[in-house]
């Protein structure tokens, strides 16, 4: 009985068959190199240009909320002027909730603090530790500034996607304040395109007292960076952006027709494309390369065939369990899992040529045998480039 090994296979080989083959080796690692480099080029605005070593990185900001209408003539801009617009709704003659009369009726609208402040806010990203990618949660680390053109309302900052650690209150003044905030956010990933996927952590803030008509947020872009030194173990920063959405709550009573500015910050970190090169496509080229020289073996070393494609089953179901037990569940295919499914159906391919001989009659051996390299290692190649870039 024949013991299998790689050097014996590549002896049984003949020399054309052996010539094809590092020739498919050669043009496999040519794709995967450009397709590594197509991945990582920035043809979107979720894929802007890297951090520069300064770490001015582009921002793109937007802002998304509607202007508040002015309802009253502007105040006199003292923070102690401030009036609790719940202390002046009327009621209706049936009581229930007061209402305000102008643009909102709802009671916690402010028609008389003389149209919104014009707040810009900025945000320096010191550091981001413990990136979980399988629940999505991520430490963070910044400085958030604010400054208006007229005096700010008394603020409670909220943060939806997260809770907050520690606040340091650095600048508390009527149109600047600055605050530094540790805390745990979370984003949900997207691995569409693992293992040459972008995330985005985002960090999520609003005001919970006062709505559009007092306060309008804005995205100040030359105050939102990373800080010197900013790194992130295992991936690199892809981008950063910054925007405003406008928050709406379902009607929670009567008149509830306020809404909320919600300040968004976005970090793109990106994985590395030699890593993804080196420990998904590479390993899954080998098994499927390994597979495809058992079709060079004749009847005769069918033991030796056998054993070239039934264990790269084997290993390919354990690679690809290895692959999954660092992400989460998802409801789609990722470019990986793509990628597993040709090489699936790659090695189902060999196993079916090999076991046509045991179907047909022997006088059929030669032919098969012939027909199967003919066929089978184009067919194989198609596949595997199929899986590396759909």
Sequence with gaps: ?????????????????????????????????????????????????????????????????PQAASAAPEPSG???????????????????????????????????????????????????????????????DFFLSLHSDKAMPPMDLVFPNGKVDLTEKVADLPTFKLYRFIGTFSSPPDLHTYPFDTQELRIEIEDDDNGNDQIRLEPDEEHTNLDV??????????????????????????????YYGRYVFGLGLRRFGTNALFTVYLPAAVIVLISLMGLWMPRQELEVRTNSTTPMLAAAVLFHFALIQSLPATAYLTRADKL??????????????????????????ETIFKWGKRLGAPVTLLALAAGILL
Aim: proline share 8%; hydrophobic share 50%.
């Design 340 to 365: 597993m499914v040709s090489v699936y159906g790659i090695l189902l391919l060999h196993m079916g040529i090999t076991w046509l001989w045991f179907l047909f009659d022997e006088r059929h051996t």
């Design 78 to 140: 003292s923070a102690t002027a401030y009036k609790e617009p719940t202390e002046y709704a009327e009621l209706g003659p049936r009581g229930g909730v007061p209402t305000h009369k102008g643009r909102f009726k709802s009671p916690f609208a402010h028609p008389e603090f003389g149209g919104p402040a014009l707040v810009k806010v900025g945000l320096v990203l010191a550091n981001v530790r413990d990136y979980d990618i399988q629940k999505g949660v991520f430490e963070a």
């Design 1 to 65: 009985m024949k013991k299998f090994s790689p050097a014996y296979l590549i002896m049984k080989l003949r020399v054309p068959a052996a010539v094809w083959i590092v020739a498919s080796v050669i043009g496999l690692a040519f794709l995967m190199a450009r397709f590594a480099r197509a991945q990582h080029a920035p043809t979107s605005p979720r894929a802007a240009p890297a951090a520069a070593a300064s770490h001015s990185v582009p921002v793109a900001a937007s802002v998304q909320a």
């Design 229 to 258: 030194g900013f790194n992130v173990p295992g991936w690199e920063t892809a981008f950063i952006r910054a925007r405003v959405l406008s928050h709406y709550f379902p009607d929670r009573f009567p008149h509830d027709d306020m």
